[in-house]
């Protein structure tokens, strides 16, 4: 069983970062994929940022450039480094891990852009 625990949110305002961290109960090397995804009121979830375990990365068009994914295998953990940070970003984002053919979900961080 996979755990994951996302912490990093809050509030910030335009144009301001953040940096959201995942923390996995189990050896994320060996995850097919590790990702964010996101869902703000009266939306649906969709994904933000994907990277896989060779290291490829995936974005959404609307946070291309603004913000990065990366994963520490030695501490089994992944990030997510949010920048020029926009009230649109507002949402509950969520870690994921696919792992043999299933996925794993983290409970989620609250990111509120705001002034």
């Known amino acids: 069983q996979v755990q994951l625990v996302e912490s990093g949110g809050g509030l910030v305002q335009p144009g301001g970062s953040l940096r959201l961290s995942c923390a996995a109960s189990g050896s994320i090397f060996s995850f097919n994929a590790m990702g964010w995804y996101r869902q703000a009121p009266g939306k649906e979830r969709e994904l933000v940022a994907a990277?896989?375990?060779?290291?490829?990365?995936n974005y959404a068009d609307s946070v291309k450039g603004r913000f990065t994914i990366s994963r520490d295998d030695a501490k089994n953990t992944v990030y997510l480094q949010m920048t020029s940070l926009k009230p649109e970003d507002t949402a509950v984002y969520y870690c994921?891990?696919?792992?043999?053919?299933?996925?794993?979900w983290g409970k989620g961080t609250l990111v509120t852009v705001s002034t």
């Open positions: 990277i896989t375990s060779d290291g490829r990365t």
């Open positions: 994921n891990a696919h792992h043999l053919g299933l996925d794993y």
